[in-house]
């Protein structure tokens, strides 16, 4: 007899502890803590917090890498939050690129919906996996590995990326090395580039030092 009411009060506990972890929907007005943003009281959560519409709109190409991004992370989409997924929206004019560039927290899958993205990731023997995507494609990018994409043909592209993260973080390569306030001899000593590039790429990029 023990056994059963045990059984019917953990199936009604076990329920119970799922229903109030449905979800997290971000509460944009709390702290943030180490694990993200903090959830919104249930009873002001809405139908809207679960809907997004930003990846309608094309991101701003008007740069350096000629690549617009357009981001549905938690920081943006509300009902992400605690789910461990996202997607990301990337415009490529003629010779655009997404430079070398890796996510701490994530691995990545590209879906090619419009023109032509070549696409590939180093491993960390230093294997090279290179790939040229056509519309429909997809094409997996390990977490934590360097990777990049570009506009691999002569009419604009678009491909949509998703992330087993809500946050997946992203570090470009370039950024870091020359946005950045590390000394130039240290990049130089470091990465075997002359010192004069280095110099001329940080006054394009805005680094110091």
């Known amino acids: 007899m023990i056994l059963p009411i045990f059984f019917i009060f953990f199936l ?58 357009n981001p549905a992370f938690a920081g943006q989409f509300p009902g992400l939050n605690g789910l461990g997924l996202s997607l990301v929206r990337a415009d490529f004019e003629v010779g655009g690129v997404g430079p070398l560039h890796l996510h701490h927290g994530a691995s990545e899958l590209i879906l090619v919906v419009q023109g032509t993205i070549i ?42 990326a998703s992330f087993n993260s809500e946050n997946p973080g992203v570090q470009l390569l370039e950024n870091a090395l020359f946005q950045s306030d590390l000394p130039t001899e240290l990049i130089s000593q470091t990465t075997s580039i002359d010192t004069a590039e280095i110099k001329k790429l940080k006054g394009l990029f805005g680094g110091t030092n």
Request: net charge negative.
């Open 119 to 160: 696409a590939g990731f180093i491993a960390t023997d230093n294997t090279v996996y290179l790939k040229t995507l056509k519309q429909g494609d997809i094409m997996l990018l390990p977490q934590g590995l360097l990777h990049f994409q570009k506009n691999g043909g002569d009419t604009p592209a678009l491909l949509f």
């Open 12 to 69: 009604t506990f076990s329920s119970s502890y799922a229903a109030v972890q449905d979800f997290c929907v971000a509460d944009y007005t709390a702290p943030q803590g180490p694990a993200g943003y903090s959830c919104k009281n249930p009873a002001n959560v809405t139908a809207d917090d679960f809907v997004y519409s930003g990846l309608a709109v094309a991101g701003n190409t008007s740069n350096l890498n000629k690549v617009g991004i």
